[in-house]
Structure formats: C-alpha cells, structure tokens
C-alpha cells in the first residue's frame, strides 16, 4: 500500500479536493493507496511515513529533504492533469501498484 499525501497551503479546500480527486484515480487503476490530506505545516510531521507527496510546485520546493517522491501538479483542481502526473510518478516509482 502506496501512503500518498495531498498537500496545500491552508489544508482545507484545495488539499481536500485533490485528496477526492486522488482516491478516484486509486480506485479507477487499482492502487492500493492510504491518501491523507493536510496544510503544508502539518505535512512536515507526515513525511516520515510518506511514500508520495502531491503539491503545487511552491510548496514542493519548501518541503524538506525525505524519502518520499514529490508530484508536483500547477492546478491541483485539475483532475486530467492530477491524473497524469500521478499516474506517471506511480508508473515509475511503483510500477508493481498501477493496473493501467
């Protein structure tokens, strides 16, 4: 089981729609994923047990260093971009995970 994060600003709105939007795409491929949400300041204390973070590229760049592997998305209410990115990010890092 992938454990995926969906991180905005505020936590609330943005990072609660793209954490919709990332259990539809798990459940259309077949991921086994745990997807949490939260703001950028809670992310920190997640990171340790994170296997994929999803944000806008500003925030990325403020995450500190850890293991888990950053997918950046420009609109994270987008669901065809969100959907790219993940699936590209999950083909590559986890390609055991992914029915496509």
């Known amino acids: 089981m992938i454990q995926l994060l969906c991180v905005c600003g505020n936590g609330m709105g943005t990072s609660t729609i793209l954490k919709i939007t990332v ?15 939260c703001s950028f300041g ?5 990171l340790a047990t994170t296997d994929l973070v ?21 609109n994270l209410v987008d669901a065809a971009e969100v959907e790219e990115a993940l699936k590209g990010a999950i083909a590559e890092h986890f390609p055991n995970e992914i029915k496509i």
């Not at 809670?42 to 997640?46: M, V």
């Open 54 to 74: 999803l944000t806008s590229p500003e925030w990325a760049d403020m995450l500190p260093t850890s293991n888990a592997v950053r997918v950046t998305v420009k």
């Open 42 to 46: 809670e992310a920190l204390s997640y």
């Open 23 to 37: 259990r539809n795409i798990c459940t259309k491929y077949g991921i086994d994923a745990n997807v949490e949400s």
